[in-house]
T-cell receptor, first 114, second 111 residues
Framework: ETGVTQTPRHLVMGMTNKKSLKCEQH?????MYWYKQSAKKPLELMFV???????ENNSVPSRFSPECPNSSHLFLHLHTLQPEDSALYLC?????????????FGQGTRLTVV | GQQVMQIPQYQHVQEGEDFTTYCNSS?????IQWYKQRPGGHPVFLIQ?????EVKKQKRLTFQFGEAKKNSSLHITATQTTDVGTYFC???????????FGPGTRLSVLP
């Protein structure tokens, strides 16, 4: 148990569906991240929130929409995804951006788009 | 932008053999971190190196940060089956705000 919980663990969705991924951290951290992990590709940083403010959006398509209502919760809203969006989506948290502290990862949501 | 590379991509060793993975950055790094991801699992933090030439040990694992702070290595002595997984380095340079992950080295240990 890392203190970062992601739900659901597995998700299968059609290209016309709308779904949301949820991440919750109990570590008192102020920075939260969404990463995409595909086969044969490095971990791709998607979004960064620091003290609830989005500080980075790495050219992610608009069909991915993040939401950070407070420092403990992070959502990734999904709509009209493509099959190539199938991947493991990892949430992570750290003390704060630029704090150069370790990142704690959740167990991920394995997403399959059909 | 900053790029982080790792070699080898895959490594198969016999149990008891040593293993080394190398991490290289296109820019001088401020810090470097190492993570391990077991098959089916999530990345777990192992260590952070900050100083030029720094060497840190964790039991059979030895981590090194290069003098120029552009490369790093992870060496495992006498591998065990529990060492199986993918080892990622993640570096941050003086201009970046977030760590950039390398592609990882996948280690297989044959019993």
């Amino acid at each position: 148990e890392t203190g970062v919980t992601q739900t659901p663990r597995h998700l299968v969705m059609g290209m016309t569906n709308k779904k949301s991924l949820k991440c919750e951290q109990h570590l008192g951290h102020n920075a939260m991240y969404w990463y995409k992990q595909s086969a044969k590709k490095p971990l791709e940083l998607m979004f960064v929130y620091n003290f609830k403010e989005q500080t980075e959006n790495n050219s992610v398509p608009s069909r991915f929409s993040p939401e950070c209502p407070n420092s403990s919760h992070l959502f990734l809203h999904l709509h009209t995804l493509q099959p190539e969006d199938s991947a493991l989506y990892l949430c992570a948290s750290s003390q704060a951006v630029l704090a150069n502290t370790e990142a704690f990862f959740g167990q991920g949501t394995r997403l399959t788009v059909v | 932008g900053q790029q982080v590379m790792q070699i080898p991509q895959y490594q198969h060793v016999q149990e008891g053999e040593d293993f080394t993975t190398y991490c290289n950055s296109s820019t001088t790094l401020s810090n470097i971190q190492w993570y391990k991801q077991r098959p089916g699992g999530h990345p777990v933090f192992l260590i952070q190196l900050v100083k030029s030439g720094e060497v840190k040990k964790q039991k059979r694992l030895t981590f090194q940060f290069g003098e120029a702070k552009k490369n790093s290595s992870l060496h495992i002595t006498a591998t065990q089956t529990t060492d199986v997984g993918t080892y990622f380095c993640a570096g941050i340079d003086n201009y970046g705000q977030n760590f950039v992950f390398g592609p990882g080295t996948r280690l297989s240990v044959l019993p």
